[in-house]
């Protein structure tokens, strides 16, 4: 699981990559603000050219989030959007994918409306079940695209085996593993193929930039990105890429409170009389509660839970204080939202109802605040209803 067998998560979190600056000593890794590079002559340069290309700044991410990772690169993108587009562009016309039907409701979006029109072919399924994918997979088949736990209901796909069918069918799977970090989650030790991030989240943190990530498993994956990178140019800027390397050096401490407040509000939820059903892998009813033990060391802070109707939810999120309404997750404040007019809107209301969400359903990012105000925040609006 870990690159450096010597050195644990939180150790390469805060120097892989991270390493003081050898001109200077600075602790922090520089940001390089630059769009070119001075040649010594033609063909004599000091490893960069250009800053689509490479920036020294976005080398020592890259470098720091293959090794949380377990990976050999780690090619990083202006969004999430953007690298989940890259996996795509390493397709060509004519190829199937066979996706989660519960995935975050731009991913769908960038599949059916754009991706389509180029010839490549999707079907989804719900990946909880490996069997399902094994049958969904054709001739043409190229990739399996999955996220676990998955947004907003919190299915959990069997990384282990579904990669054991992906690798028999000789098949691509590919994870989004943005809800877990690889501080409680590591596809690729489990036998996926790359994995995604949105950088946006739990590696950056403090919501103050936007990002992506792919991390590989092979030179050839990584070869092949690090191309889409220069010839699309959809590249992380230098200060976003410092931005994810200050939220990093933290990750592991920010984790562990978001996953022991995590806990205590799906906790509080499950228990709660305005409270329908909670969606948090975390509790012992989850139907895949034994699975997550098995293949996260954490439970982390995302949570659905039912409301009941959208004029219940409407009352609830307009008197809280604590949580902020809004998009995103994974940042240090905890951040509430509204799947079905926010995240997974463009889906229609018959395909929002297809893969049982409903009106009534709000998402939580626990974030790392004194656990007994978020709570009092979740009562106060509880109440309302």
């Not at 501080?183 to 790359?194: E, I, K, S, V």
């Given at each position: 699981m870990k690159k450096n067998k010597q050195t644990g998560f939180a150790t390469r979190a805060i120097h892989d990559g991270q390493e003081p600056d050898?001109?200077?000593?600075?602790?922090?890794?520089?940001?390089?603000?630059?769009?070119?590079?001075?040649?010594?002559?033609?063909?004599?340069?000091?490893?960069?050219?250009?800053?689509?290309?490479?920036?020294?700044?976005?080398?020592?991410?890259?470098?720091?989030?293959?090794?949380?990772?377990?990976?050999?690169?780690?090619?990083?993108?202006?969004s999430g959007m953007a690298a989940i587009n890259a996996v795509a562009c390493m397709l060509k016309s004519g190829?199937?994918?066979?996706?989660?039907?519960?995935?975050?409701?731009?991913?769908?979006?960038?599949?059916?409306?754009?991706?389509?029109?180029?010839?490549?072919?999707?079907?989804?399924?719900?990946?909880?079940?490996?069997?399902?994918?094994?049958?969904?997979?054709?001739?043409?088949?190229?990739?399996?695209?999955?996220?676990?736990?998955?947004?907003p209901l919190m299915r959990l796909s069997d990384l282990a085996a579904i990669s054991q069918i992906c690798r028999r069918k000789k098949v691509q799977l590919v994870v989004d593993n943005t809800f877990m970090s690889p501080?409680?989650?590591?596809?690729?030790?489990?036998?996926?193929?790359?994995v995604v991030h949105s950088t946006t989240k739990f590696l950056n943190g403090h919501s103050d930039g936007l990002g992506g990530v792919v991390v590989c498993s092979t030179p050839k994956q990584a070869?092949?990105?690090?191309?889409?990178?220069?010839?699309?140019?959809?590249?992380?800027?230098?200060?976003?890429?410092?931005?994810?390397?200050?939220?990093?050096?933290?990750?592991?401490?920010?984790?562990?409170?978001?996953?022991?407040?995590?806990?205590?509000?799906?906790g509080f939820l499950a228990e709660h009389k305005k409270v329908g059903k909670v969606f948090y892998p975390g509790l012992p009813d989850?139907?895949?509660?034994?699975?997550?033990?098995?293949q996260m060391s954490g439970f982390g802070s995302m949570i659905t839970f039912e409301t009941g109707s959208l004029k219940n939810a409407n009352k609830m999120l307009k008197k809280l204080r604590v949580c902020s309404l809004g998009e995103s997750l994974g940042g240090v404040e905890t951040l509430i939202s509204h799947p079905a007019t926010m995240t997974h809107a463009g889906l229609g209301e018959k395909g929002r109802k297809a893969i049982g969400i409903t009106d009534g359903m709000v998402r939580i990012s626990v974030g790392i605040e004194d656990i007994e105000d978020i709570l009092d925040d979740l009562e106060v609006g509880l109440g309302a209803i």
């Open positions: 050898p001109l200077t000593g600075a602790v922090t890794v520089p940001i390089y603000p630059t769009s070119t590079y001075v040649q010594q002559g033609i063909g004599e340069n000091k490893g960069y050219e250009y800053s689509r290309v490479s920036n020294p700044t976005r080398t020592r991410l890259e470098e720091n989030l293959a090794s949380l990772e377990g990976g050999m690169a780690a090619p990083v993108f202006a190829d199937h994918v066979v996706c989660g039907n519960d995935l975050y409701g731009g991913t769908p979006r960038l599949f059916n409306q754009v991706l389509t029109c180029f010839g490549l072919e999707f079907s989804y399924v719900d990946t909880s079940e490996a069997e399902n994918v094994e049958r969904a997979i054709r001739r043409n088949t190229r990739m399996v695209y999955v996220e676990t736990p998955t947004n501080y409680f989650q590591q596809p690729l030790a489990l036998g996926a193929d790359m070869e092949k990105l690090a191309f889409l990178q220069k010839a699309a140019g959809a590249i992380l800027s230098p200060f976003e890429c410092w931005l994810v390397l200050r939220g990093v050096k933290t990750l592991a401490a920010r984790m562990e409170i978001h996953d022991r407040n995590g806990r205590m509000v799906a989850h139907p895949q509660h034994e699975l997550a033990k098995r």
